[in-house]
Every structure is written in structure tokens, then in C-alpha cells.
């Protein structure tokens, strides 16, 4: 990328919510993580962002990248510069700036971050908080020896649910290895559907944005649905993937979408 004569702001260690935030935040010309994302450990990939953090999918440059990258004609032009920026501590404020952080009840919660990278953030996520945080598997590796880092995958949640109820915990906490997926279990070890955390967001998101436009995940059940319109909301239905997802709020106008699988994407 440097050679091409553009400079590069390498962000360090992070998931890729944090890229999204830091493309779209310092208002930077495009991003790419480096991220597998819940994948076996033997995999790597790239998530390619445009300006404002706008997803680039096959319709929209992949396949030119692709071509470009296969054809290996670059020339060598005035190189860029390397310049390193930390963005957690602003990550961090900009998703905490409307809680109030104190009325928060002084829950149990357990978390598995699976030995990926969300490992990083959680801490301070949560150290403001009265909150007693049980944090599962924090260390990092990428050959992820306890089990994969795919929480919506219910094989991979046995040492969240355990744990759970060894603490006597109120909650469970299980992110994958980007950090882009949540999935949540309840205080008797069992996992929550991600349309039932939908449901209630849109819910609760409604109550003050009333008459909004809320996307619906294709696979989830009637009770999002359910939800938004006893919410006051619009129902629009939509297809996956976070590209066409982040297309169709943007055209649309849309406040908010969860994904069965545990992507929850905001306006904002």
C-alpha cells in the first residue's frame, strides 16, 4: 500500500467494530482488517471498508481488487508513510457516551472471548461499571485451544454455561474472534435466540424513536416482527450479510437491524 504512495495508520490489535469507528470517526479514506472472524484458526482474510466505514462487496470493488491483485502490475511510485494511532480509549467513549454508566445494576456477568481479540476490550468496557465481570479464556492465541471462537455455533458455549452457573452469574457473554458477533445466555445456562435479543432491542429502541424503520433478519421469527409493530416501528425484511445489510439502512434510512446470528447494527 506504501508503495503505491498512500500512507497507511495502522491501528495495532483490534476487532473490527474498532475499524469500522476509526475509518468512519478520523473520517480516513478506507480500512481493512485483517480478521478470519469466527473461523478455525488455519484461515485469514481481509474486510475491506471504503470512506464513512461503507462495506465493499463483489458488487461494489471486490472483484476489481481481486483482478488487480492477480495481474501484479504495480509500479512502484513515492512511497507512503506508516503512521500508528491507538483508538481504543475513543472507541470506548464514543459507544459509552449515552449510558450512564452508575444506574447500571451491580450484575454477575461472565464472558468468554474465546482466546480472540475482544479479550482486549472488554476490561474497559466495564471497569466504570459496578458490575463483577467473570472474563473466560482472555488470554490471546489464535490456534484458540479452548473451542472456536463462534458463539452462534451452541457446541462452543459449554464452558460460558458452566461457568454461569458455578458463579451463580446473571448473565453470560460469548463474542466471536472479530468481535462483531455477540451472543448472550441467560442466568440458567441457556442460550438466548438472537431474534429473541432483537426483538427486544427493537423494542426498546422504539420506545424513543417511534415510527422508525427496523430491518428484519429472513430467517428469524414472528416475534421480531411482532415486536417491532407493537413498538410502533415499520417492519422492512431484508437479506443477510453485512453489506447488504449496511446498503439498505443507508438508502432506506433505516435505525436499526439484529441478525440471527448475533450481528446488531445502528443507525448511528
Do not use: W
Amino acid at each position: 500500500i506504501i508503495n503505491q504512495g498512500a500512507n497507511v495508520i495502522d491501528i495495532g490489535l483490534v476487532i473490527t467494530p474498532m475499524l469500522y469507528f476509526a475509518v468512519a470517526h478520523f473520517k480516513y479514506d478506507g480500512g481493512v482488517s485483517i480478521t478470519a472472524s469466527h473461523n478455525p484458526a488455519q484461515y485469514n482474510g481481509f474486510k475491506f471498508v471504503r470512506e464513512k466505514a461503507i462495506p465493499i462487496s463483489e458488487k461494489t470493488g471486490l472483484k476489481e481488487i481481486k483482478k488487480l491483485a492477480l495481474a501484479g502490475k504495480f509500479k512502484i511510485k513515492r512511497k507512503g508513510k506508516v503512521l500508528r494511532k491507538k483508538v481504543l480509549k475513543e472507541y470506548i467513549a464514543f459507544n459509552l457516551k449515552d449510558f450512564d454508566l452508575e444506574a447500571i445494576k451491580p450484575l454477575k456477568i461472565v464472558i468468554d472471548t474465546a482466546n480472540a481479540v475482544p479479550g482486549i476490550v472488554v476490561p474497559e468496557i466495564f471497569k466504570k461499571t459496578n458490575c463483577k465481570i467473570y472474563h473466560l479464556y482472555p488470554k490471546l492465541d489464535g490456534t484458540f485451544p479452548n473451542h472456536l471462537p463462534s458463539p452462534h455455533e451452541e457446541k462452543n458455549l459449554k464452558g460460558l454455561k458452566r461457568e454461569v452457573l458455578k458463579k451463580k452469574a446473571d448473565l453470560g457473554i460469548a463474542f466471536d474472534g472479530d468481535g462483531d458477533r455477540i451472543i448472550f445466555v441467560d442466568e440458567n445456562g441457556k442460550m438466548i435466540p438472537g431474534d429473541l435479543i432483537t426483538a427486544l432491542l427493537a423494542y426498546l429502541i422504539l420506545k424513543e424513536n417511534p415510527g422508525e424503520k427496523v430491518l428484519c433478519d429472513v430467517r428469524s421469527s414472528n416475534i421480531v416482527r411482532d415486536a417491532v409493530k407493537e413498538g410502533g416501528g415499520k417492519v422492512v425484511i431484508g437479506r443477510i450479510g453485512h453489506s447488504f445489510i449496511k446498503e439498505r439502512m443507508r438508502k432506506e434510512n433505516i435505525i436499526f437491524q439484529g441478525e440471527l446470528n448475533g450481528h446488531y447494527y445502528l443507525r448511528e
